[in-house]
């Protein structure tokens, strides 16, 4: 996610959250490969560019690929469709079997939440979409076909909505649903919203729908066995995110892959050894500071966790049937 611009008018103002900081982790050499797993508009990759390296991005909206491509050309930036998960295969295509490093950048992007008519906010009415790749699924056919017990539960898991319920009945007493001011409406008359609310209760409702449209947790999971997949021998992996379940995700993953998990005690038996571990110690995990909070407020719950690869090959647990 990165300050609100338009790249097309103005890319060298598009400055992502936490750029000193996943530079600084990722250490680029010229002459590097570096994958930069959300292009979005330009920012993180062109950066990396700057520094020299070789970089392939990836973006599985239509949009970031059609309006992003004049800016990758100017930068020699490699552009692929797809997501991210897939980065494994859609580099093999191109020659490309490792890499020096991979940058995540996780959740929506100003470009889609700025944007009504792609669904993904409540602050200009806009239809019922929320896909990042303009297909398949989108909000409107899950809330107006999906039973009432598992618009409830994905509003509790992805949203963390203690309401889930209440909010769950109203959204299929009011169906059909096609815009997002309504869905907001109704989401905030069944929680009782008032006007000088610091937070917007529409906001849960509106992450969880969007995560599970998108199945972005399970795109995460993949994207960090890809990246482990493809780094190379003291490759870096950098990852921002921008809520708890997806920092959860990516905190586990380095926790599990470096052999961070906990041991035995005078109670437990020591666990036998697993496979040796394909990162180092992962570094403490960073946050934005006030100057940059200042400059993008929506930066306020950005983590960024890195880790090193090391020599270790992929084991089986990593590989997914």
Known sequence: MSASVDPAKDPDRHIPVLIEEVLHALSINPGEAHVDGTFGAGGYSSAMAAKGAKVFAFDRDPDA????????????ITLIAGE???????????GVTSVAGVTLDIGVSSMQ??????????QGDGPLDMTMSQSGMNAADFLNNAPEEEIANILYRYGEEPRSRRVAKAIVEARPLERTGQLANIVRK????????KKDPATRTFQAIRIHVNRELEELERGLEAAEAILEEGGRLAIVTFHSLEDRIVKQFLRNRSGGEAGGSRHMPQKQAGPAPTFAKPAKAVRPGEAELARNPRARSATLRSAIRTAAPVSARSVRP
Do not use: T
Request: net charge negative; no cysteine.
């Open 65 to 76: 690929i059609r309006e992003g491509q004049a800016l990758a050309d100017e930068k020699g």
């Open 84 to 94: 991210f998960s897939r980065m494994e295969a859609l580099l093999a295509e191109r």
């Open 113 to 122: 939440l700025d944007r009504p008519e792609r669904g993904f906010s409540f």
């Open 190 to 197: 069944a929680l009782g919203h008032k006007p000088h609310d």
